[in-house]
């Protein structure tokens, strides 16, 4: 059973930091690229970044710069550290593995940034 866990979600002031963690099991981790997603109120799910199993990384053109994703291959886990957030990043933050036309999704964690 594929299970990807989100946690590190939280209120936080313009201006400030989170890091998002997913845990992920039941997949081979290490081949799946890993993403990270937003979904804003009211909002279609959006793109954050993505890393590849070869640790090539992309981001959505409007968060470079304050965005980066990481993993760990050995801890199953990859990271968002997401720094001068913004009211407008507000949203609930969701980890995707993709790999050979799968999808898996987490459940999300939320992410509120206070102006």
């Known amino acids: 059973q594929v299970q990807l866990v989100e946690s590190g979600g939280g209120l936080v002031q313009a201006g400030g930091s989170l890091r998002l963690s997913c845990a992920a099991s039941?997949?081979?981790?290490?081949?799946?690229?890993m993403g990270w997603y937003r979904q804003a109120p009211g909002k279609q799910r959006e793109l954050v970044a993505t890393?590849?199993?070869?640790?090539?990384?992309n981001y959505v053109d409007s968060l470079k710069g304050r965005f980066t994703i990481s993993r760990d291959n050995a801890k199953n886990t990859v990271y968002l550290q997401m720094n001068s957030l913004k009211p407008e990043d507000t949203a609930v933050y969701y980890c995707?593995?993709?790999?050979?036309?799968?999808?898996?999704w987490g459940k999300g964690t939320l992410v509120t940034v206070s102006s």
């Open positions: 995707n593995a993709h790999r050979l036309g799968m999808d898996y």
């Open positions: 039941g997949i081979i981790f290490s081949r799946n690229t």
């Open positions: 890393i590849t199993s070869s640790y090539s990384t």
